[in-house]
């Protein structure tokens, strides 16, 4: 590990600390274009002056509309420099979820892509006073961000920062009721990096694929979390498994994070496996379950170092990790593909009982509780739904059942996901693993559908493989091969394409909602 590092104290830090360190070494790469340390710290300095002058400071949220593009990371740690919070908006959102967004954040200024001014010309901002187009603004007669930071000298301003300040607000899914801002602090963000820099095995000649998008804790924090450690970014505009397959060698990428269903895609790829991997160091896998098979596979595939990171927006990220050396197929370790791994860092868990609130024993089902310098500072805004989040001090209630085995983390699923039969507790991910393993399967989502006799059954919603031919009798009976009987679906549908949200999670309050109309609540 590169030594120096451990003087960073807030995100602001992280940029300025390499434009000193290695100002020459290449910092960025986004296509054919790249900058240098130095020159990102220098459009940070000119972002930092320009959002002063539009009447920015400290503890302001700015907030940032577009793809993956490298305009980003100055605004990142521009808005840094002021003790600004920097607001990253999911781009894939309606209109009117977007006009949720920044004017509940009361935003002051906002960075938007040519692509989404139509999306602004739809939506009234309360609090935007200033809007800067990254590209070509058109008739918008907003002002271009080249334009915008050319009029600023690169001077670093002189603000007073506290470890405890906010520094990062991220909106959760928001797939029932309306997305909460996830307040993240400096000490919040610089707890993770310099745990994730050796976990991740980082350092300051990494080359750093960024494909997830930004305004997910999975893109956004993966992609600090290397310029922390002096690797070099290579940012991908969104996530294109054939891309990726070409930028690992075009590029010599070293260390990638790919969610689960990413990871599926590649597979799928007929070209990936002649593919050139040899540069892969590492990769990092989370945010949603995996299956044994996709496991497997990518690990074949790509013949590199790979851990699992859970973790939460909450959580500032990963707060569990399942190490290289616990990959394992079909060896003596093989168990523990199941597992999410174990704590990291200052973290501390509890498996609690979510109706009583007391701890379960070993091997038993509860919900996940998190202890660590890593979690939020709060829900902006929102002190009903923090204190609902921490029902005893810093302890956080993830919403995620899992049960500890041997130091282990094992996840089942959400809570809210958990269907109850006949008085049983079955755990979607339980029958999608199993399920995972026919060979005419190519993805599957288990949800709870209403039962007259049962309260509630399992249905499968299954994409077939292609060129297969299936039918749901077929799936049924595979399922009961490999499950119990009460676990096992009643009914099969079938779907081109399952609902996912930007980190890969499957939306199945979308894919419920049919079945549960007419009923008052939407569980038995």
């Not at 020159?39 to 302001?60: F, H, K, N, T, Y």
């Not at 080359?207 to 930004?214: F, R």
């Not at 890593?374 to 059942?401: I, S």
Request: with cysteine; net charge negative; hydrophobic share 45%.
């Amino acid at each position: 590990m590169t030594t120096g590092i451990e003087s960073m104290r807030t995100l602001a830090d992280i940029g300025s600390y390499w434009a000193q360190a290695a100002p020459d070494r290449v910092a960025l790469v986004a296509g054919d274009d790249q900058w240098t340390f130095a020159e990102v710290e220098s459009d940070s300095c000119r972002v930092a002056q320009g959002l002063a002058a539009a009447g920015v400071g400290a503890g302001d949220r700015i907030a940032f509309l577009d793809k993956n593009v490298p305009e980003y990371f100055p605004h990142l740690f521009g808005g840094a420099k002021l003790n600004a919070v920097s607001v990253a908006v999911n781009w894939r959102l309606a209109p009117p979820e977007m006009e949720f967004i920044i004017n509940n954040a009361e935003a002051k200024v906002l960075f938007v892509g040519p692509e989404f001014l139509d999306h602004i010309a739809k939506i009234e901002l309360t609090t935007v006073s200033l809007i800067i187009v990254i590209g070509d603004p058109g008739s918008s007669g907003h002002i271009t961000y080249a334009d915008w930071i050319a009029q600023y000298e690169p001077v670093a301003p002189e603000v007073e920062i506290a470890g405890g300040d906010t520094c990062y607000q991220l909106y959760t899914s928001g797939t029932t009721g309306l997305p909460k801002g996830v307040e993240i602090t400096n000490d919040n963000f610089l707890t993770t990096m310099s745990t994730g820099a050796s976990a991740w095995e980082f350092h300051d000649e990494a080359v750093n694929l960024v494909a997830m998008p930004l305004f997910h804790i999975a893109g956004s924090g993966w992609a600090v979390a290397g310029w922390y450690c002096g690797a070099q970014t290579v940012l991908a505009r969104e996530v294109n498994p054939m891309e990726i397959i070409d930028l690992i060698p075009a590029r010599g990428i070293t260390h990638a994070l790919l969610v689960p269903a990413v990871l599926q895609f590649i597979l799928a790829v007929p070209s990936s496996a002649e593919a050139d991997f040899s540069t892969m160091e590492a990769v990092v896998y989370g945010a949603s379950p995996i299956t044994e098979e996709v496991l497997a596979g990518s690990l074949a595939l790509f013949g590199c170092r790979f851990m699992q990171a859970y973790g939460l927006t909450e959580t500032t990220g990963g707060v569990v990790q399942l190490d290289p050396e616990d990959h394992d197929p079909g060896g003596e370790k093989g168990h523990l593909l199941r597992a999410a791994g174990k704590a990291w860092g200052d973290v501390e868990l509890r498996i609690v009982d979510a109706s009583s609130l007391e701890d379960v024993a070993d091997g038993e089902v509860g919900e996940v509780w998190v202890k660590s310098a890593q979690n939020m500072k709060g829900y902006w805004k929102n002190p009903e739904a923090t204190a609902a989040a921490f029902t005893e001090p810093d302890w956080f209630r993830t919403g995620d059942a899992g049960y500890m085995n041997d130091g282990y983390l094992f996840i089942h699923d959400r809570v809210k996901d958990m269907i109850v039969s006949g008085g049983e507790n079955i755990y979607p991910a339980e029958i999608e693993n199993a399920l995972m393993k026919h060979p005419s399967i190519a993805d599957i989502a288990a949800i709870g559908v209403p039962s007259e006799k049962w309260g509630e059954t399992v249905k499968a919603m299954v994409v077939a493989a292609p060129d297969t031919e299936l039918d749901a009798d077929e799936v049924i009976a595979f399922a009961r091969e490999n499950l119990a009987h009460y676990k096992c679906p009643t009914s099969v549908d079938f779907m081109e394409m399952l609902p996912r949200n930007p980190s890969g999670k499957i939306l199945k309050t979308e894919l419920r909602a049919p079945f549960w109309e007419g009923h008052e609540r939407l569980v038995n």
